[in-house]
């Protein structure tokens, strides 16, 4: 189909010659030429493939789905009357005040305060040095370590690429920089620990503790943690295990940073997992769903008693052009109203989430699938060999082969190493959530051809 079309083969040759794609392999990649989507509805995609229901939700974000005229009137609304002014000057402009004052009156525990960015990644830096301010000036400067875990992803700056805990994020880069320590994941498959997943979670933060008292606990400013890791493969924490993670850093008095970049507005059943599972984080990280990945946003959100120290230590010279972008905050409004209006995090809770994961779950028994794991809408499925879990071995990327048979069946998910992981719009229903793994099992019934 795309060789018939010249509009697509004239992009694609505009591409090899001078488009460098994020997380591509290139080479791979320009034979057959890029995938190009040209429109999109509720959970489905529109391009040179015909109609793709879309299971991952753009990348891990798209929460209200497809094609919501509210976001884009209010975009197109506030383009009209302030297309920008930045909040640099002692300025600002009212959509950038009414989310603030919308995410600090949202954010659980006394997370009063934000910071806006322009992703997730920028939202990860502008905490890191927020820590390291904050330290300084309350008389502890040797506080500059940072704590995360294998399998983590945080971001893709310099620093942010340091506390991710991928190696093909770090090894091309020479990182990670010091000061970055890494605890172990609660990656209870991947060490072949599935059946007591609970002790293995255990065992992990005793591992934690014994790093934090080895590395001395008065040199580690904060722990940060994904409460479910997306990009490391869709690690479900375990029972007490992040109750415990939280307990550790407070002991040490090491402040505790909850990661929801992919877990907030709605996508685990609750607005913040930091609710769910009773977190009280110091400072919360916020992208993706925070405007459903209409216009690039990310936002820190900070604790009162940081705030406080901040606000009473002089200058705070951080931020970007773009924090608080006026056009992006209106983004940011429409998509929260959407998520309220329509009771997604309700639905997701109630009804979807619980159908999405019993669905998930039906492939337990599945040849191919080594495990599913889950919560909410989204989910992970461990991809085995034809020789089964002994046969195994890095490079093999059972993922990346399966994300494309169950893409030829209609429907796109991600490819991360051995397993698919699947994050669809909050807005998908029933019978979508069918067709969604109608074509994964379609697609993985064809693995070992």
């Not at 890494?182 to 620990?193: D, E, I, L, M, T």
């Amino acid at each position: 189909m795309a060789n018939s079309v010249p509009h697509l083969e004239e992009l694609r040759k505009m591409d090899r010659a001078h488009h460098l794609h994020p997380f591509t392999d290139h080479a791979a990649m320009h034979p057959g030429g890029t995938h190009i989507l040209t429109g999109g509805k509720g959970v489905y995609l529109q391009g040179e493939e015909g109609t793709l229901l879309d299971g991952l939700a753009g990348l891990w974000c798209v929460n209200v789905g497809y094609g919501r005229k509210e976001i884009v009137d209010a975009v197109t609304k506030q383009m009209t009357e302030l297309s920008f002014y930045p909040s640099f000057f002692n300025s600002t402009t009212e959509p950038a005040v009414r989310l603030a004052d919308r995410l600090g009156q949202m954010a659980p525990g006394d997370l009063n305060y934000v910071v806006f960015s322009n992703s997730g990644s920028e939202a990860n830096e502008t905490a890191l040095k927020i820590i390291r301010q904050y330290q300084i000036l309350k008389g502890k400067p040797n506080r500059m370590k940072i704590l995360t875990r294998e399998y983590a992803y945080h971001g893709v700056t310099l620093a942010t690429a340091s506390m991710t805990g991928l190696p093909n994020c770090q090894i091309p880069y020479g990182l990670p920089l010091p000061g970055f320590l890494h605890a172990p994941a609660p990656y209870a498959y991947a060490v072949g620990r599935e059946k007591e997943a609970e002790a293995y979670g255990q065992d992990c933060v005793a591992t934690t503790r014994k790093l934090i008292e080895k590395e001395g606990p008065e040199t580690i400013g904060a722990m940060f943690l994904e409460p479910v890791q997306g990009a490391g493969g869709v690690i479900v924490p375990p029972p007490g295990y992040l109750a415990a993670m939280r307990k550790l850093a407070r002991e040490y008095e090491i402040l505790f940073v909850a990661d929801e970049v992919i877990t907030a507005f709605g996508r685990l059943g609750a607005w913040f997992a930091s609710e769910m599972w009773a977190l009280e984080p110091d400072l919360m990280i916020l992208a993706k769903g925070l405007t459903s990945g209409y216009i690039s946003m990310g936002a820190t959100v900070v604790s009162q008693p940081i705030a406080d120290v901040l606000m009473k230590g002089g200058y705070f010279a951080h931020g970007f052009t773009y924090s608080g972008h006026p056009v992006a905050a209106a983004a940011g409004l429409a998509n929260v109203e959407i998520i309220e209006k329509e009771k997604l995090v309700e639905k997701t809770q109630e009804k979807i989430g619980p159908y999405f994961q019993k669905k998930l779950q039906e492939f337990a028994g599945h040849p191919a699938v080594g495990e599913v794991r889950g919560v909410g809408l989204i989910g992970a499925m461990e991809l085995l060999p034809k020789g089964g879990r002994k046969d195994l071995k890095p490079g093999i990327n059972l993922g990346i082969t399966g994300a494309g048979k169950v893409r030829a069946e209609g429907a796109i998910v991600r490819g991360i190493r051995d397993l698919l992981a699947f994050a669809p719009p909050l807005v998908i229903t029933e019978k979508e959530i069918d067709e969604l793994f109608g074509a994964v099992r379609r697609g993985i019934d064809k693995l070992w051809d």
